[in-house]
């Protein structure tokens, strides 16, 4: 139990485990509406991967970009504004939902926004938790941030799912929206300077320095190569659940809650089981362990066609995503030093844009041939990838710079 709670002992990180946690949510309920909307307004499993997919171009556009911008500017600063924006985006789309004005230019325009936003983001967030934490506590940390992520998405998705059913989709979006400006408030109370050490380069030549140093290291490209490949064709499987929930497993809305619901419960699990590890010491076969796993659960998954067998098996791949999630961001970030990290982050927070990516690349498929065919071929891709360079996944973190 001490190990489980081992980065609480910084208050700071307390402050920011509170505004991951209501960012989660506002994400989570926002995406599980967001398709469902789609459905509504195009009934085509098609539109869902579209919109999906340009959130994830954005995501990918700004990363390097992004990162940079962490590099130079105070981490906490940028993750107030780029919170807040995104409440601003979300709560418009509710708004428009609400007093049904909404169109499909809408979500994609907002889906743009939001994939920008998360660029910045995701880079800023863990910078902060690395700072706030320091290197012995960071697999604990981030296990502990993504038990924050997976006690959102079970709640997030039963109340998205009950908020649909009961008032409509643009209620959904509202509470995202407050959801998102709580985030933002807990951010507020955290003090220090969040500051990159070094000195600071003209913008774009920051950005081709973060781009140079991940491609002279093998082994940060390896490891990137395999978070695109997760994203891509498994973290993506979230955004077929809709179209599963609807037109495979026939079950509406409040169906589809507790199958996202499941999947969260799965992930939880395997976190706390992840930060009760603590310093654990082989961290890069977790990594392919758990990649492995999720690949062949998501062919299981995707053959399943009973509901109860497929709330069970969303478990089993939520558990092992997020336990994949956690160890990956964990290696990676002990493979560079502070005064890069914003700019790794950053490339890395773009492999994040192709899970809508793959949102739109299983929806074409689903399309000609169906949503199972698509999940399960993603799921094929993974095991075999994982198959092939599992042996060279022994990589040996560099000793990290000091953090807070």
């Known amino acids: 139990m001490p190990r ?17 946690f209501f960012s989660s949510m506002a994400m989570g309920v926002r995406m599980l509406a967001q398709g469902w909307l789609v459905l ?4 085509s499993p098609f539109w869902v991967g579209v919109v999906s997919g340009v959130q ?4 990918v556009v700004f990363g390097a970009p992004a990162g940079a911008l962490v590099d130079r500017l105070d981490r906490r600063r940028v993750l107030i504004w780029v919170q807040a924006a995104g409440g601003v985006i979300t709560l418009t789309i509710g708004l428009l939902a609400v007093f049904d004005r909404v169109e499909l230019w809408h979500l994609l325009a907002a889906s743009l926004a939001s994939g920008a936003v998360h660029a910045v983001q995701m880079p800023a967030s863990n910078a902060m938790v690395y700072e706030v934490v320091g290197p ?8 502990a941030r993504m038990i924050a ?19 409509g989709v643009g209620s959904s979006f509202l ?6 400006f709580c985030g933002v408030a807990c951010v507020v109370p955290i003090k220090g300077r969040f500051l990159a050490d070094g000195k600071k380069e003209a913008f774009w030549l920051s950005v081709r320095q973060g781009i140079s140093f991940v491609w002279r290291r093998k082994d940060i490209r390896k490891l990137l190569l395999m978070s ?3 994203e891509t064709f498994g973290f993506s499987h979230s955004i077929m659940l809709p179209v599963m ?8 809305a409040g169906g589809l809650g507790v199958l996202s619901a499941a999947s969260g419960v799965g992930a939880m699990v395997s976190n706390l089981g992840v930060a009760a590890l603590g310093d654990f010491k082989a961290k890069t076969k977790l990594l392919a362990g758990t990649a492995l796993a999720a690949g062949a659960s998501l062919v299981l998954f995707a053959l399943s066609g009973w509901y109860g067998v497929s709330v069970v098996l969303a478990g089993v791949v939520g558990a092992a995503l997020m336990a994949y999630d956690v160890t990956m961001n964990t290696v990676l970030q002990l493979l560079v030093t502070d005064e890069v990290r914003g700019r790794v982050m950053g490339i890395y927070g773009l492999t994040f844009g192709f899970t809508p990516i793959g949102g739109f690349l299983s929806g074409s498929i689903a399309s000609v041939a169906s949503a199972p065919f698509a999940l399960g071929l993603g799921g094929v891709v993974i095991v075999g990838f994982v198959a092939i360079v599992v042996r060279s996944l022994a990589l040996q973190p560099e000793k990290p710079s000091a953090g807070r």
Not at 56 to 59: K, N, S, W
Not at 149 to 167: D, E, Q, V, W
Not at 175 to 180: D, P, S, Y
Request: no cysteine; charged share 10%.
């Open 175 to 180: 509470f995202a929206a407050l959801a998102a």
């Open 136 to 143: 012995r506590r960071l697999l604990n940390a981030m296990a």
């Open 4 to 20: 489980l709670f081992l980065a609480f002992e910084s208050i700071s990180y307390r402050w920011l485990w509170g505004s991951l």
């Open 56 to 59: 994830g171009l954005a995501t």
């Open 245 to 252: 929930a609807r037109d495979v497993l026939g079950v509406g």
């Open 228 to 230: 695109f490949l997760m």
């Open 40 to 43: 509504e307004l195009t009934n």
């Open 149 to 167: 992520f997976n006690l959102t998405r079970i709640a997030g998705s039963l109340i998205a799912g009950g908020l649909i059913t009961l008032f």
